[in-house]
């Protein structure tokens, strides 16, 4: 749930131990007026110094417990649901034309009638198209290497920037919940631009974190897809914010989460335990399935991957976990020519194609500048 500057890569560790300091750094700010008032008076009032000192630091800790678990909850909630694209993707610029591809811009509807933004790319001589849900925090640009590896081999692609990022209207961030209107507004503007084809292309639903989620999520209200991709999904909206309470905050399991979701659900206005990967999983088609994490993703353990996995209906899945150099979502940066291969692979066997690129055919490695810096 935060971001690191782009100046060079750094690992995921080092920017979550800057994300984990700014407790540290505000419960110092809370002390110094108490360290100030406090101090000030112990030395102008002598004889009762002990007791101006116990009372100065009794009054500190009901501040830090009013800062950690009264209003530390609510501004974390608010922060959360009014939150955007980060400036470092805001500066962004590529677009497929960087890799020679032609797109078009295009403005729809999501199903709840906000209007998003987003680059559309039709498809060759695959008759797909790859539906790409960036992350939190992100917009479109995240998902364009892997557009680019798609659209190289045949298939066409959809990338747009979610509510509240990039350029598409403001609306809350739910972790998911209302997200996932997005998502049925696309497959939506997609069949409606094809309503008059004899033959509808084919839709592959593909989302990062949050937008797994999403991805999800929409999956499970819609009949209109042939595949799903999911990078990096996390188990339950309650369990990430626990996870990342003392994750990124260092803030205890309790009862900071709960005061959280407490306020989270109250801003939102929907019943966060209705977020929930593997109660949606079970709702969707039995498409095929790729679900790709790694093990050095700090912020999601792959053990929730494998679950999903497991929990599957699907007659062709894949699970594809890389190792401990690949942190949340990095997958495409660290690896993009084992990535393309992944994506394309599992595109050519779930929609009936072949199961490999023509020959002659390089895989995409080119990897784009939102990728030169972690999650």
Same mark, same amino acid.
């Given at each position: ?46 004889? %009762? ?8 630091? @009794? ?15 609510? $501004? ?15 500066? $962004? %610029?590529?677009?497929?034309?960087? !890799? ?20 559309? @790319?039709?498809?060759?001589?695959? =008759? ?10 992100? #917009? ?18 959809? $990338? ?13 961030? &739910? ?5 996932? =209107? ?6 939506? !503007?997609? +069949? ?10 084919? @839709?592959?639903?593909?989302?990062? &974190?949050?937008?797994? @989620? ?9 009949? #209109? ?11 339950? $909206? ?35 335990? +209705?977020? =929930? ?5 079970? +709702? ?14 700090? +912020? ?23 190792? %401990? ?28 194609? %072949? ?21």
């Amino acid at each position: 749930m935060a971001a690191c500057p782009p100046e060079r890569p750094r690992e995921e560790g080092v920017c979550l131990k800057g994300s984990s300091m700014v407790t540290l750094v505000l419960l110092g700010i809370l002390f110094l007026p108490f360290l100030l008032v406090g101090g000030g008076m112990a030395l102008f009032w002598k004889r %009762k110094r002990r007791a101006v000192l116990r009372w100065s630091g @009794i009054s500190y800790l009901i501040a830090v417990c009013l800062l950690l678990f009264v209003v530390g909850p609510y $501004l974390a909630a608010w922060a959360l649901t009014h939150a955007g694209t980060r400036g470092p993707d805001r500066a $962004l %610029k590529e677009t497929a034309a960087d !890799y020679g591809v032609a797109f078009e811009d295009v403005v729809f509807e999501a199903r709840d009638s906000l209007r998003l933004s987003g680059w559309f @790319i039709p498809p060759g001589r695959k =008759n797909a198209i790859l539906l790409c849900t960036h992350g939190l925090f992100r #917009n479109r640009v995240e998902l364009l290497s892997r557009a680019m590896a798609a659209s190289r081999a045949g298939y066409g692609a959809l $990338l747009y920037d979610s509510r509240s990022h990039g350029a598409s209207d403001k609306g809350q961030i &739910s972790l998911g919940y209302y997200e996932r =209107n997005d998502v049925l507004g696309a497959i939506e !503007y997609i +069949r409606r631009r094809y309503q008059h084809e004899p033959e509808q292309p084919k @839709i592959v639903l593909m989302g990062i &974190s949050m937008g797994a @989620i999403a991805t999800l999520e929409a999956a499970a209200e819609s009949k #209109n897809y042939s595949a799903v991709i999911l990078d990096s999904p996390f188990s339950s $909206l309650r369990d990430t914010v626990v996870d990342h309470s003392w994750l990124l905050l260092k803030m205890p399991r309790y009862p900071f989460p709960s005061l959280f979701l407490f306020w989270f659900q109250r801003i939102t206005g929907f019943d966060a335990d +209705r977020v =929930n990967s593997h109660q949606a999983l079970q +709702r969707i088609q039995p498409v095929p399935l790729l679900i790709i994490a790694s093990k050095g993703d700090a +912020r999601i353990s792959p053990s929730v991957a494998s679950s999903l996995y497991q929990e599957s209906h699907a007659q062709i899945r894949k699970l594809k976990v890389f190792g %401990k150099d690949v942190t949340h979502g990095s997958a495409a940066r660290r690896h993009p020519d084992a990535y393309a291969a992944l994506l394309i692979g599992f595109l050519d066997t779930a929609l009936g194609g %072949k199961a490999a690129a023509e020959e002659g055919e390089p895989a995409f490695t080119k990897s784009t500048a939102s990728e030169d810096y972690p999650r």
